[in-house]
T-cell receptor
Framework: DTEVTQTPKHLVMGMTNKKSLKCEQHMGHRAMYWYKQKAKKPPELMFVYSYEKLSINESVPSRFSPECPNSSLLNLHLHALQPEDSALYLC???????????????FGPGTRLTVL | GIQVEQSPPDLILQEGANSTLRCNFSDSVNNLQWFHQNPWGQLINLFYIPSGTKQNGRLSATTVATERYSLLYISSSQTTDSGVYFCAVEDYGQNFVFGPGTRLSVLP
């Protein structure tokens, strides 16, 4: 099973709302990632969790708050977003490069977020 | 940080034609993958290829790590091959960087 699932598929929120994006994988991967993708642009790395610890935060504003409750789950909590945060948010997982082995990333289908 | 370039940025082909997409990267990498992004945004894994050559049906890929480039070959293209092709590399610090992509349109 090489599936990464994400919920919801679509989300519309106001600038004062609080919402969460969820991501799940059951491949036994120990690294999980959040990416943001604007229209006609490549995905940009936001956060990396390795063994449930935040290992990379690419200078993302604090209105985005990641959480990794266990090795299979990854959340992205959203609060006080701006319209320019509207984008496709992609989750991915991989074995973990620190092990020195195969570190192929697998992506979920994404959550299309619109901030009004 | 590591820089990734892809060429060409856009490509229009007639069904049945062959094509070569290129990915150049600026530093040594731990990992290189090719993806196809479909119109719904799903990133589909094509190849995990930090070095060497692999083939999968009509697609094949070659990475020459010492010269810092990778090539994706598409033969006998079909309309379903349309979409954006991304090369993504991982440096030795778990940092994944995507190239800008090649937008492919295959016409019937």
């Amino acid at each position: 099973d090489t599936e990464v699932t994400q919920t919801p598929k679509h989300l519309v929120m106001g600038m004062t709302n609080k919402k969460s994006l969820k991501c799940e994988q059951h491949m036994g991967h120990r690294a999980m990632y959040w990416y943001k993708q604007k229209a006609k642009k490549p995905p940009e790395l936001m956060f990396v969790y390795s063994y449930e610890k935040l290992s990379i935060n690419e200078s993302v504003p604090s209105r985005f708050s990641p959480e990794c409750p266990n090795s299979s789950l990854l959340n992205l909590h959203l609060h006080a977003l701006q319209p320019e945060d509207s984008a496709l948010y992609l989750c991915a997982s991989s074995q973990d490069s620190w092990t020195g082995g195969l570190n192929e990333q697998f992506f979920g289908p994404g959550t299309r977020l619109t901030v009004l | 940080g590591i820089q990734v370039e892809q060429s060409p940025p856009d490509l229009i082909l007639q069904e049945g034609a062959n094509s070569t997409l290129r990915c150049n990267f600026s530093d040594s990498v731990n990992n290189l993958q090719w993806f196809h992004q479909n119109p719904w945004g799903q990133l589909i894994n094509l190849f995990y290829i930090p070095s060497g050559t692999k083939q999968n049906g009509r697609l094949s890929a070659t990475t020459v790590a010492t010269e810092r480039y990778s090539l994706l070959y598409i033969s006998s293209s079909q309309t379903t091959d349309s979409g954006v092709y991304f090369c993504a590399v991982e440096d030795y610090g778990q940092n994944f960087v995507f190239g800008p992509g090649t937008r492919l349109s295959v016409l019937p």
